[in-house]
């Protein structure tokens, strides 16, 4: 069977420029598109697609909904490297993948209408606010659903080891003998409330009580607001020694708090991040931080979804568990020396 893949090592571009030219796709000149379709069409592509559609009343065509209100989903690491291996196993399933919004045009839609009218055969859901209605539609839907870090009932999900990374990361810094920890962590969500767990149960394993006040809300990917909230924790009477950020790109925000302060890290305040992304470990110093395994997500995620709608009598809705790593960087001082 022709591939996309096959398509465009003939015609020597990118299978991301075979689809958006088989898809009439503006961004791709004209003479590539006529060159691909032909080459397509040679290649007997377009009939072998077509033949597989009828047989298998099916698009080989998964959705992926990804909404980011922050606007930083693409172009940050960890979001992009969870989207590419969706998009990686997709394809090596023979499934292609498309983004779910709520416009057709100019025509503002639902995700489940967007979904129906791109005729896909499931939807992988990531970073939504889950509690949308449009979203708890689209779940409630006959469509083969997988949700990446949060839990529906009777749907499948793949989700990180949230609770067990955070509180590796408090037992490593508790280990390195501090005891003065406070907590920036990211919005309420279930992500959130899992590392909020894993932080408290480590802290009361060591019998620490931390401050209310050391505990603050900010948002995942919000330099700004870490460097404010950094700002006022280290301008208390009583400050921490450790702060923990939501995940490694805020915390670049919290690094500059830190150094307009005059302080050092980690000689005056430890820090620690989240994600375990490439930029954690360029910085100067290293950042101690959790590795989130993204290539299994997104490669899990997709690998169920094709399950699903290709065994539908026979896969039962579950969790996957995917678990990550301590990335041990130079950011927490060893006070166990003193």
């Known amino acids: 069977m022709v591939s996309l893949k096959d398509i465009a090592s003939r015609c020597g571009v990118s299978v991301a420029t075979v689809s958006k030219a088989l898809n009439g796709q503006q961004d791709v000149s004209q003479e590539t598109r006529e060159r691909v379709r032909r080459t397509a069409e040679e290649m007997g592509y377009m009939a072998n697609a077509a033949a597989r559609t009828l047989k298998t009343h099916r698009s080989y065509n998964l959705g992926v909904l990804f909404v980011d209100a922050r606007s930083s989903g693409l172009a940050h690491e960890y979001f992009s490297a969870v989207l590419d291996s969706i998009r990686v196993q997709a394809e090596s399933c023979g499934y292609d993948i498309t983004f779910i919004n709520r416009n057709l045009g100019d025509r503002p839609t639902s995700y489940l209408q967007h979904c129906r009218y791109r005729g896909v055969d499931g939807v992988i859901i990531a970073s939504v606010d889950f509690m949308d209605p449009m979203v708890v539609e689209l779940v409630n839907s006959d469509l083969p659903i997988v949700t990446i870090d949060h839990v529906f009932n009777n749907r499948s999900a793949v989700v990180s080891d949230n609770i067990t990374g955070m509180q590796s990361l408090t037992e490593y810094a508790i280990g390195m003998g501090h005891r003065k920890l406070a907590f920036l962590h990211g ?40 460097y404010r909230l950094t700002r006022e924790l280290l301008s208390r009477s009583e400050r921490p020694d450790c702060i923990f950020f939501p995940d490694d790109f805020s915390y670049v925000g919290g690094m500059n708090a830190i150094r307009e302060l005059g302080l050092r890290i980690p000689e005056d305040i430890s820090v620690l991040g989240y994600d375990g992304i490439r930029l954690s470990q360029i910085l100067s110093p290293r950042l101690t931080t959790w590795r989130q395994d993204t290539d299994a997500l997104g490669r899990r995620a997709a690998s169920r979804l094709v399950e699903m709608i290709e065994h539908p009598r026979t896969t039962i809705p579950d969790q996957l568990i995917v678990s990550g790593e301590l990335l041990r960087g130079e950011s927490v001082k060893d006070l166990t020396n003193r």
């Open 187 to 226: 919005e309420r969500t279930a992500v959130t409330e899992q590392r909020l767990i894993g932080f408290h149960r480590a802290c009361s394993a060591a019998g620490i009580t931390v401050p209310e006040e050391w505990i603050q809300e900010s948002a995942y990917h919000d330099t700004a607001n870490c």
